[in-house]
């Protein structure tokens, strides 16, 4: 399936690309976002270079304007890069690489222990863990004591596929992620920085990278997480002891969200689509967890979220398979995002979407185009509502634009723009039925 969608996007774009202006002094680009939204976010970007490989690069936006940008890595005749990329909603951007004599100059820091970005600086302790996120904008800290990954016991009585039981959800961690830990700096430019961490634990190999990128991504951290996974009998959950304390969290459901309490017998995994966060009950502060991929969750007391990454119960009783499987390779990433007063007011479920659905960049051919250097393909003027999809009709040639509305409050006037006129809207439900409504020249 990801396959045939990757084709798919990989067709679509390559359509429209030949009508964009995509005149280039070194290697053109067209960048993607999936998202209704205009965002700046971090691109990373693989070209097959032609001649020698560049020892930097520098990287203009449809304006001819230079962004931050750095070299990954450059080996046989490719160039891995990444740069910050504005791209319109639903739309595309056409970008210049070239090459340079000097990188771009960087605003971002990182040692071997420590992250820092315009938003956040994050340390590292002995045993490779994030110690403490703080909140430069907000000037407060987000962790009472490191970010760690926690092994729990996990022998269900029964149906341990599906089951998690309550006697051993209520049990303390029976041993974290340890060292000795492998440090080293693998990212380190005007982009993003990044540090990975190696360690090995309770037959498992782990490898963390934490990331702080800049610009419109400088607001969110960034943990990156290839496990391979062998430990048995237990799960593995991210756990964020936060500074901020409420007895009720909230949890996206995609098109709702929903408030829970602390884990009881009724309810201790939870699930959650994309984010769950925990606000001050005074509402000045909060965290949101961003997750691309994971959606179990718990909340053991008032300040502490746990996501759940990886699971391999205890077997028995004519269900001994069960008792290996997540064994393997698993790539995960998920973050963090600090604001100030509510996720509604900072926004920071949009952080969680920019998260799971990137900026994807095509390597196309050089050559002029009517459809310029920018272009969006459907725009909302109301940034509390989102387009979930834009697809064909069942039984007709017309277009389903489907909308939801992301604070659970009222949104009144709101505009869907088109690049061509629209000839005529109506508001449909699931069964197509609906009412007229009116189209402009937008």
Known sequence: ALNQFACVVDSSIGAIATGLDTEATGVPLVVYNPLSITREDVVEARIAWPGVLPTAVRVLNPSGVEVPSQIVSAADGELRILFLATVPSVGLAVYDVQAAATAATSTLSV????????????????????????????????????????????????????????????????AYVSGPATVQIIENGAARVALQVTRDSQGSHFVQTIRLAAGGAANRVEFANTIDWMSSICNLKAVFPLTVANPNATYNWEVGTLQRGNNNASKYEVPAHQWFDLTATNGTYGVTVLSDCKYGSDKPDDHTLRLTLVRTPGAAGGYEDQATQDWGRHEILYGLAGHVGDWRASQTDWQALRLSQPLIAFQTTAHSGALGRWLSLLTVDHSRVRVMAVKRAEDSNEVIVRLVELSGQPATNVHVSLPTAIAAAREVDGQGAGRALPASAN
């Open 111 to 174: 040692t071997t222990s420590s992250l820092e970005n315009a938003r956040y600086i994050i340390t590292l302790d002995g045993n490779g863990d994030v110690a403490n996120i703080y909140d430069k904008t907000a000037g407060r800290e987000l962790l009472t004591a490191p970010a760690r990954l926690a092994f729990s016991h996990d022998f269900p009585a029964a149906w341990p596929a599906w089951n998690i039981d309550w006697e051993d959800a209520q049990q303390p961690p029976q």
